[in-house]
């Protein structure tokens, strides 16, 4: 994808630059757009176990940003080629135990003992929204302070926990 744009790259190519023959591909993906879905998941298994959501929601939210940072061709291909939508599915899978980290950690600080029903309400609310200012970062960069944003995010998540 660092000298090819997605639409082009062929199976044919796949497996002469990976040394398996068709079978092997077809055995484990349908397609090209299977096999990216797959390469995505994988990233996205190996940021979760890369960190105690508990302790560092924090550090976690700055690798998945930094992740797309130095890996911006692959995303912005991806992008192109899956759409907004899928691109956001992958970010949401990555994010929803960070955010229902954080939301507990928060919940723990403050001792409110909010309900479980509504603390995963919440997690799927703020990871709707956390996934949709990382997918905007893949395309527009909107706001390139990425500890502004870590802040902010902190920031309304620990206080609208407070305030329940």
């Known amino acids: 994808m660092r000298q090819k744009n997605f639409s082009k790259i062929t199976v044919k190519e796949i497996i002469q630059d990976c040394g398996v023959n068709r079978n092997t591909f077809y055995y484990h993906f349908d397609d090209i757009y299977a096999l990216l879905r797959w390469m995505l998941t994988e990233e996205t298994i ?12 924090e550090d976690a939210i700055r690798f998945v940003m930094d992740y797309v940072d ?25 994010l929803i135990a960070i955010t229902s980290s954080v939301i507990n950690s928060a919940d723990e600080k ?34 390139k302070d990425r500890e502004k944003i870590v802040l ?9 926990l407070s305030l329940f």
């Open 46 to 57: 190996k940021v979760v176990k890369h960190f105690d959501l508990l302790v560092d929601y």
């Open 70 to 94: 130095e890996n911006d061709y692959i995303i912005s291909c991806a992008y192109d080629a899956i759409g907004r939508d899928e691109m956001k599915r992958f970010f949401y899978s990555d």
């Open 110 to 143: 403050s001792q409110k003992n909010l309900e479980p029903e509504f603390k995963d309400f919440l997690a799927h609310f703020y990871t709707e929204s956390l996934a949709g200012i990382l997918v905007n970062w893949v395309k527009e960069k909107p706001m």
């Open 152 to 160: 902010y995010l902190k920031t309304i998540i620990e206080t609208s």
